[in-house]
């Protein structure tokens, strides 16, 4: 399968990744035939990319940290924790616990998987995956600097409910009232669960404080932000770059990337930030790529160590109909870079 641009899509072409709606249900399933209508409802509900399956790619699989169905519970959960939230009523957190278990136990069991973030958003599932997308680059980042089990339930927790203060759908995360405000009502909502960690209000009260003493609320140094706190601003930040609106398009991977790491020592912790380079994929599998050969492929695979250096398969026709397929490992040929991703 390829990840494509919308406006790139052609009536017909079959859809390589299911879509979920914001409470979990499926929207749009893999391998559904698009056609106008639903190509229009895409762009209109918000999407921007989309995995398509690809006869010369078809082998692909793209390697999961969570299942599908875990990813369905989960965003289906969060949706009725935020509606409870919003109600003014009290979240069920043992239900919640009892989600956040199967997951952490997913991403523990995949955790030498590199994470794309390959989920299709749309407005109605986005709020969702964020949090979910968070909790999930979060513990990866958590299980490399070495937490025990009980502290990564408490990380994943946290990282999940980061954003709990926040009361309307739709917030405007940029301005720093808001900032200053969803922290401080995400630590009161969160301090008052008696089955939570003091620890886990933390992480919402302090996901937007930042190393350089700048940040929201407090404007604490650095050595005063909570570890799970340093780690949740990283994913944090790294979603937030690669999401899309109405007034942006998010960034490529290695762009969001290249980004954060202008930022370490200031915005972003320096050692949460190395550990999170090990966890992401650099150019997602599925990416199109143009190389410093002048070559066009596909990104057909990833190394654990070397996130910068996938296996491209460039397709060329030769004349006549002929196609020959090769597989370009850039691990091994050092001297060879993806110059660019293709749109």
Request: net charge negative; proline share 3%; aromatic share 4%.
């Amino acid at each position: 399968m390829k990840y494509v641009p919308i406006d790139s899509i052609e009536t017909g072409q079959y859809l390589g990744k299911t879509i979920f709606s914001g409470n979990g249900a499926v929207l749009l399933a893999e391998g559904v035939q698009l056609t106008v209508y639903m190509i229009t409802t895409l762009r209109r509900i918000g999407v921007t990319m989309l995995y398509i399956q690809d006869p010369l790619t078809e082998d692909i699989e793209l390697p999961e940290v969570v299942s599908d169905e875990t990813k369905r519970i989960v965003m289906k959960k969060m949706q009725d924790t935020l509606s409870t939230t919003r109600s003014g009523k009290d979240f069920d957190s043992r239900s919640l616990s009892i989600s956040i278990d199967t997951l952490l136990n997913e991403i523990m069991k995949n955790s030498d998987v590199l994470i794309q973030l390959t989920d299709i958003r749309t407005k109605d599932n986005d709020m969702y995956l964020h949090a979910l997308n968070v909790c999930t680059i979060s513990t990866l980042i958590g299980i490399n600097m070495g937490l025990n089990q009980l502290q990564l339930k408490e990380l994943a927790t946290g990282a999940l409910l980061h954003d709990i203060g926040k009361m309307d759908a739709i917030t405007d995360d940029k301005s720093p009232d808001e900032r200053l405000h969803h922290t401080w009502r995400g630590f009161e909502l969160l301090k008052h669960k008696r089955e939570y960690s003091l620890l886990i209000a933390h992480v919402a009260f302090q996901h937007h404080e930042t190393p350089d003493g700048l940040g929201q609320p407090r404007r604490l140094l650095v050595d005063q932000i909570h570890l799970y706190a340093r780690i949740v601003s990283v994913a944090n930040t790294y979603d937030n770059l690669l999401r899309s609106d109405e007034l942006k398009t998010g960034m490529l991977p290695h762009v969001a990337i290249e980004h954060m790491m202008a930022l370490a020592g200031t915005k972003l912790d320096r050692e949460v930030l190395i550990q999170f380079l090990r966890t992401v994929s650099i150019y997602s599998t599925g990416t199109s790529v143009r190389l410093s050969s002048r070559e066009t492929g596909v990104v057909v695979g990833q190394h654990r160590g070397l996130p910068g250096r996938p296996i491209v398969r460039i397709v060329k026709q030769e004349g006549g109909s002929d196609l020959e397929v090769k597989e370009v490992d850039l691990a091994q040929h050092t001297t060879l870079f993806i110059e660019h991703v293709l749109g």
